[in-house]
């Protein structure tokens, strides 16, 4: 071959790589919505706390019950998501996952008892529990291998981005609203109806890219769809001849009979060790507590002092904080590997909520609430701030990268609902207990979440493997992080 044609092969090749990167990314970010919906669903009823409280006359218990009552349905979706997405698809879960989410917006809008809210929140929670287990699995199943951490970060950039517009949009709904959240819009009805019927839009959103994106190419193969997953392959790789990885996913799959749950389970533990470790990993990312700020974030920093306007924009200032920080994880994934970032942003949890539990245990009690003093204010705010980054730029989105990979492709989606669902189950725990726990002080509500962050980093230090670098079809392989093998760099 001349020169000139090595050079015209080589360009030739560069743009067909360049292509199919730019079809992984659209396609992980149009999962990746779903990552969205669970974000805003999880921020506005942020601002609609207080509202809540007056309009239903809810007290601490009820008014847990009534915020975390979605995540109990979060947990029942993300049970069922992979068994059904093993049957009928992941675009099609997708796709209902959007039809129900707009009519619970829809019904938490112009619901008329707390009663009724509570079916309505379930009924999103069936949804975005759906979402949180497809997103990763379909992300997963179409990125190469040296893009997966990148593209598996995209599903938590879209939930930080989801709990950011929450907060905005919550946040411009009670400014133009005469009385804030309680009060009435110009439009006609009350600020927080509108709050949770701004939700709609991006759940039509999603619904419509669901119809339009291409299926799993590996759940493809094991419907023994073997043309259509290869032209998905070829979109997504930038290989012409995609035969040997069509047959590196066969042999992987290794059975055509449906994954059971029993699949997951090990006579010595009761369950396969990875699928303990993506459990743990999920229940670990939910017990820091990092959902109490920004469920609770304004009637948390309401109760320091700020008034209402200043608290709900310092959470939308963490909720920045959030934005930028998953920025700086999606950058780093693919570069330093998963475990190190586990390990550091466990490390700088444990010392910020160190720091905000004595803030608050110290604080002098006023009415009920601590009253943060002109030094403690600042400190636990900044504390607060970093805890966030810390959160943010490791665990959010490193754990969602490690459920959609880590488990091998036979009983991917099954593994991965077991570990959503226990992540939901604790997002509720956590949830459901911080008024009580609140009540009682604030001081010692942080220090539990210092402990459970303080335990993430000696379980990831002596538990979770690498999986940087390795393709999907090599995760049988994984060792305990002190056995590491090489990984794949195909």
């Known amino acids: 071959m001349t020169t000139e044609g090595r050079e015209t092969g080589t360009s030739t090749s560069t743009a067909a790589h360049g292509h199919s990167a730019a079809v992984a990314v659209m396609l992980a970010g149009a999962a990746a919505l779903g990552g969205f919906l669970f974000g805003y669903d999880s921020s506005v009823i942020n601002g609609t706390v207080g509202a809540?409280?007056?309009?239903?006359?809810?007290?601490?218990?009820?008014?847990?019950?009534?915020?975390?009552?979605?995540?109990?349905?979060?947990?029942?979706?993300?049970?069922?998501?992979g068994p059904i997405a093993d049957r009928v698809g992941r675009v099609k879960v997708m796709v209902a996952a959007a039809v129900i989410f707009v009519v619970s917006a829809v019904?938490?809008?112009?619901?008329?008892?707390?009663?009724?809210?509570?079916?309505?929140?379930?009924?999103?929670?069936?949804?975005?529990g759906t979402a949180s287990v497809i997103a990763p699995a379909y992300i997963a199943e179409i990125a190469p291998a040296n893009l997966r951490g990148r593209l598996g970060s995209l599903q938590q950039m879209a939930i930080v981005l989801g709990i950011f517009s929450a907060l905005v949009v919550n946040y411009i709904i009670a400014r133009v609203s005469v009385g804030g959240a309680t009060g009435h819009v110009p439009w006609g009805g009350s600020a927080w109806r509108w709050m949770f019927a701004a939700a709609t839009v991006p759940a039509i959103l999603y619904g419509v890219v669901s119809l339009v994106i291409p299926e799993s190419p590996r759940y493809l193969v094991k419907k023994r769809e073997l043309a259509r997953a290869r032209q998905v392959l070829r979109k997504?790789?930038?290989?012409?001849?995609?035969?040997?990885?069509?047959?590196?996913?066969?042999?992987?799959?290794?059975?055509?009979?449906?994954?059971?749950?029993?699949?997951?389970?090990?006579?010595?533990?009761g369950l396969l060790p990875i699928v303990w470790i993506?459990?743990?990993?999920?229940v670990f990312q939910q017990f820091v507590g990092i959902n109490v700020i920004f469920y609770y974030g304004t009637t948390l920093w309401q109760a320091a002092g700020f008034g209402e306007n200043d608290a709900m924009l310092t959470s939308v200032i963490n909720s920045l904080v959030n934005?930028?920080?998953?920025?700086?994880?999606?950058?780093?994934?693919?570069?330093?590997?998963?475990?190190?970032?586990?390990?550091?942003?466990?490390?700088l949890m444990a010392v910020t909520l160190g720091v905000m539990a004595v803030c608050f245990a110290t604080a002098p009690v006023v009415h009920g609430n601590p009253k943060l003093g002109d030094v403690a204010?600042?400190?636990?705010?900044?504390?607060?701030?970093?805890?966030?980054?810390?959160?943010?730029?490791?665990?959010?989105?490193?754990?969602?990268?490690?459920?959609?990979?880590m488990f091998n492709n036979f009983i991917r989606a099954s593994a991965l609902a077991?570990?959503?669902?226990?992540?939901?189950?604790?997002?509720?725990?956590?949830?459901?207990t911080f008024p009580w726990l609140s009540g009682l002080s604030l001081g010692l509500a942080y220090g539990l979440y210092t402990l459970f962050a303080a335990l993430a980093f000696f379980f990831v230090w002596r538990s979770v493997p690498e999986t940087k670098g390795r393709e999907l079809e090599d995760m049988d392989k994984l060792q305990s992080p002190s056995q590491h093998s090489r990984p794949s760099t195909t």
């Open 52 to 81: 809540l409280k007056e309009q239903f006359h809810l007290n601490s218990f009820w008014i847990g019950f009534v915020v975390s009552s979605a995540l109990l349905g979060c947990a029942a979706g993300a049970w069922c998501a």
């Open 377 to 405: 204010g600042p400190v636990a705010l900044v504390a607060a701030n970093l805890y966030v980054f810390g959160f943010a730029s490791t665990w959010g989105p490193v754990v969602w990268v490690m459920l959609g990979e």
């Open 418 to 432: 077991v570990a959503a669902a226990a992540q939901w189950i604790a997002n509720w725990l956590i949830t459901v």
């Open 107 to 128: 019904g938490s809008a112009l619901a008329f008892s707390a009663a009724d809210l509570t079916f309505w929140r379930v009924c999103g929670g069936l949804a975005i």
């Open 323 to 347: 934005v930028g920080s998953t920025l700086v994880a999606i950058a780093l994934v693919d570069k330093i590997g998963r475990r190190p970032l586990l390990l550091f942003g466990a490390a």
């Open 236 to 269: 997504v790789t930038g290989r012409g001849d995609v035969d040997v990885k069509i047959g590196e996913i066969v042999r992987s799959i290794a059975s055509d009979r449906p994954v059971h749950l029993r699949d997951l389970r090990d006579g010595r533990f």
């Open 278 to 282: 993506g459990i743990l990993l999920s």
